[in-house]
């Protein structure tokens, strides 16, 4: 409360972008991470300097994996900063370029960012499908035992068939001779 009362009207904490937990157990989580890359806070049109001064985590070290990430976190930028109220700085209360309307800054509230934009899990879409027919039909283990019997048996076969070929030569030999 004391350091809220400090720092009224700003928020408590800094806005903080989404981002995937590390290893392969939670990499399906999000999580809030350090700061914004530099390609997100220039592809929002903020400035880094300018982003420090208005609540917004900087991380120069993290970089974008994924587009869709990247362009997650763009748009969370940019919808803090429509909500965003900047009160003129110094004991000059005339507002400067950037700073938000008097009547604006008259009925600002402190809030937490992380309770204005919080990091929500996504929704997992599993789609299920009932396999029953597909495995009666198709016969996994049958098709496997038959296919492994024919590889085992085509020189078996070949010789069969042969010898059957020299046996129809022979009955029709001898059927000519008659």
Sequence with gaps: AAKAAAIAPRPLDKLRPVVRCQTARYNRRVRAGRGFTLDELKAAGINRQLAKTIGIAVDARR???????????????????????????????????????????????????????????????????????????????????IERCNARMVGIRERNARLAAEQAAILANKKKKK
């Design 63 to 145: 970089t974008n994996r994924s587009v869709a990430s990247m362009n997650a976190n763009v748009e969370r930028l940019k919808q803090y900063k429509a909500q965003l109220i900047v009160f003129p700085r110094g004991s000059n209360k005339k507002p400067r370029g950037g700073d938000s309307a008097p009547e604006l800054t008259s009925q600002a509230a402190q809030n937490t960012v992380s309770a204005l934009f919080p990091v929500a899990q996504a929704a997992d879409v599993v789609e299920t499908a009932n396999l029953a027919e597909a495995r009666a039909k198709t016969g996994a283990f049958r098709t496997l035992r």
